[in-house]
């Protein structure tokens, strides 16, 4: 059984034990709902991205001559590149710079230690 005596107090947002004000009340409502928006958002991605891979897709078919097959066979070569067939590509390690043989920082333009340039050749790289 929950303690009355404790319902409305808790520690607000700025640390210190208080009640609950309407402002503390206010930002955990969003706090609780970012990652459902998110989340919302991120899906309507995915189904627009399924969408436009879709109509991609019957273009290359009308246009080409391509089959479902040849499509599956090319989705497992891709799956295949990091050696396992397991329905994703596992992100590849940081290279070395070109420059000074430092290991690259992920997602980065520059080496963090001399300042090269990072040229990424491959447009899929993860």
Known sequence: M????????????????GS???????DSKASVSEPTTEIKYLNQKVERLMMITEALWIILKETNNFTDEIL?????????????????????PPGECSNCGKVLQKNKKY????????????IFYR
């Open 2 to 17: 929950i303690d009355n005596s404790f319902v409305g107090y808790a520690f607000s947002s700025r640390g210190r034990m």
């Open 20 to 26: 609950l004000n309407q402002i503390d009340v206010i």
């Open 72 to 92: 599956k066979q090319k989705i497992n070569e891709v799956d295949m590149k990091d050696g396992k067939l397991d329905g994703k590509v596992t992100p590849e």
């Open 111 to 122: 080496c963090i230690y001399c300042g090269d340039e990072v040229i990424i050749d491959d």
